[in-house]
C-alpha cells in the first residue's frame, strides 16, 4: 500500500500559543510546509528533531532547531510511517513506528529469557549468600521473629505449665546458657502437650521440646545433651538461615532492613518451614560439636548426650509412621556422628558431674502428661 505523501497538522512558531492550520508534503530533502506566515516553507530532514510520539496513541511533535523554535504537531502516527516509506534513508533518526511491535516481542522474550536466569540465580545464589544474608539481619529484627513465632507453633494453652517441670528444665538450660559469653539472646524454653518425639531451634532464643521427646529420655544429662544441641542451632543462628535460604526474595529485604512490620508475613512461611525443613549436614555437625563444647564446659556428662544419640539409631524406624521419625527427619542422626561426639568428649577429659537424682527424673518427665489430665478434667 503506497503511503500518502500530503499530511495535515499544526505549526506553532515558539514566540505565540496560536496554532496554524497547516498542510505537510513530504519530499525526498524534506518537509515542505503550506500556511506559515513569513517562515521558510521546506525543513530539511537534518534539522528536524522529534520530541513526542515514540508510544501508541500519541501525537508527533517534531521541532526544527533554529532561532523562532519551529513546532510541527501532526495527529496521526502513520505519518511516521509514511516518512520512512518515503525518504528512509534521511529519516532514520526519526521514530518508526513499524518497530514497536518488534521491540514488544523483543521485550517479552527477554523477560521469558531471565525467568530461568532469575531462578539459578535465586536457586543457587541465595543458598550460597544464605549465611552472609543471616549475618546481616539485625538481631533485634530475629528477637521479634522468634517471640512470634513462638506463639504460632507453640500456643500458651498447649504448653505444659507444671511448676516443678518447668522449674528443672530451666536449671537445665541456664546451666548451659551460663557458660557462654554474653549473647543478644535470651533463652526460654517451652515444652508443648504433644506425643511428638521432636524439639526445634527458633530465632531469637526459643527452645521448644514436645512431651514425647521429654517422655523417651531416661536422664536429665539425656535432654541436657538436646537442649545443648538446640541451642547451639541459636547460637550459630542456623534457623535464620534455613528461613532465608527458602523465603521469597520480597522478605528477605525486609528481614534485612529490619522491617517489623513485615515479621508476620515472615512467621506464616516460618513457622511451617522450621517443622518441615531440615539442617544441612554441616548445620548439625556444627550443633553437634558446639553442643558438646556447651555441655563439657557446664561440667555436665557428655554420656547423656551420646546415649540419646545411640537411642535415636538404634531405635529409627524406615517410614514415616515412625514416631521417632518426626525429629529424625529434621535431625538427622549418623553412626560417625556419634563417633565423633565419643571422640570430642573422651578428648576433652575434663571432670564432669551428674544432675538431678534418676528417680526424679523419671517423675519429672511424667509431669507434662499429667498437668495435660487436670487441664483436661479441671474437677
Same mark, same amino acid.
Given at each position: ?15 505565540? $500559543?496560536?496554532?496554524?492550520? @497547516? ?16 517562515? $521558510?516553507?521546506?525543513?530539511? +530532514? ?21 532561532? =523562532? =523554535?519551529?513546532?510541527?504537531? @501532526?495527529?496521526?502516527?502513520?505519518? %511516521? ?12 533518526? !526519526? ?16 523477560? %521469558? %529469557? ?6 539459578? @540465580? ?16 539485625? +538481631? ?43 549473647? $543478644? ?15 526445634? #531451634? ?6 521448644? @521440646?514436645?512431651?514425647?521427646? !521429654? ?53 506464616? &512461611? ?13 548445620? &548439625?555437625?556444627? #550443633? ?5 563444647? !556447651? ?20 531405635? =529409627? ?9 518426626? +525429629?529424625?527427619?529434621? =535431625? ?8 565423633? %561426639? !565419643?571422640?570430642?568428649?573422651? #578428648? ?8 538431678? $537424682? ?22
Amino acid at each position: 500500500m503506497s503511503a500518502s505523501s500530503t499530511w495535515h497538522g499544526q505549526y506553532f512558531d515558539g514566540q505565540s $500559543p496560536i496554532a496554524h492550520r @497547516v498542510s505537510i508534503d513530504i519530499t525526498p530533502t524534506g518537509l515542505r510546509i503550506h500556511g506559515i506566515p513569513d517562515r $521558510p516553507c521546506l525543513w530539511p +530532514y537534518s534539522e528536524i528533531h522529534q520530541t513526542q510520539g515514540h508510544y501508541e496513541g500519541e501525537e508527533v511533535r517534531l521541532e526544527r532547531r533554529n532561532n =523562532h =523554535h519551529d513546532l510541527l504537531v @501532526v495527529a496521526d502516527a502513520k505519518f %511516521l510511517v509514511a516518512l520512512h516509506r518515503l525518504a528512509p534513508s534521511e529519516v532514520g533518526h !526519526l521514530h518508526n513506528p513499524h518497530t514497536r511491535t518488534r521491540r514488544v516481542w523483543l521485550t517479552v522474550a527477554a523477560g %521469558l %529469557l531471565a525467568i530461568p536466569l532469575l531462578w539459578v @540465580v535465586y536457586a543457587k545464589g541465595v543458598p550460597a549468600l544464605a549465611g552472609p544474608l543471616t549475618n546481616l539481619i539485625p +538481631y533485634s529484627w530475629e528477637n521479634h521473629l522468634g517471640e512470634a513465632l513462638i506463639e504460632e507453633i507453640a500456643p500458651v494453652n498447649e504448653r505444659c505449665t507444671d511448676s516443678q517441670l518447668l522449674e528443672k528444665t530451666n536449671i537445665l538450660v541456664q546451666a548451659l546458657v551460663s557458660t557462654v559469653e554474653p549473647t $543478644p539472646y535470651t533463652f526460654r524454653i517451652a515444652i508443648i502437650d504433644k506425643p511428638i518425639l521432636n524439639a526445634l #531451634a527458633l530465632p531469637g532464643g526459643y527452645i521448644v @521440646v514436645f512431651r514425647g521427646l !521429654l517422655e523417651s529420655t531416661e536422664t536429665p544429662e539425656e535432654f541436657a545433651g538436646v537442649l545443648a544441641h538446640e541451642i547451639q542451632h541459636v547460637l550459630q543462628r542456623h534457623g535464620m538461615r534455613l528461613l532465608v535460604q527458602n523465603m521469597t526474595l520480597g522478605l528477605i529485604i525486609g528481614a534485612l532492613t529490619g522491617d517489623v512490620s513485615g515479621i508476620m508475613a515472615f512467621v506464616f &512461611e516460618g513457622a511451617h518451614l522450621l517443622q518441615s525443613l531440615s539442617y544441612s549436614r554441616s548445620a &548439625e555437625e556444627e #550443633a553437634d560439636r558446639e553442643g558438646m563444647a !556447651l555441655l563439657l564446659a557446664a561440667g555436665i556428662n557428655p554420656k547423656g548426650m551420646l546415649s540419646f544419640f545411640n537411642y535415636l539409631k538404634e531405635q =529409627h524406624g524406615e517410614n514415616d509412621h515412625d514416631p521417632l521419625w518426626r +525429629y529424625l527427619s529434621t =535431625h538427622p542422626t549418623a553412626g560417625d556422628r556419634v563417633e565423633k %561426639l !565419643l571422640a570430642q568428649a573422651e #578428648a576433652a577429659g575434663e571432670s564432669t558431674h551428674n544432675l538431678f $537424682p534418676l528417680d526424679n527424673w523419671q517423675h519429672i518427665t511424667t509431669l507434662c502428661k499429667g498437668d495435660s489430665e487436670k487441664k483436661a478434667n479441671p474437677n
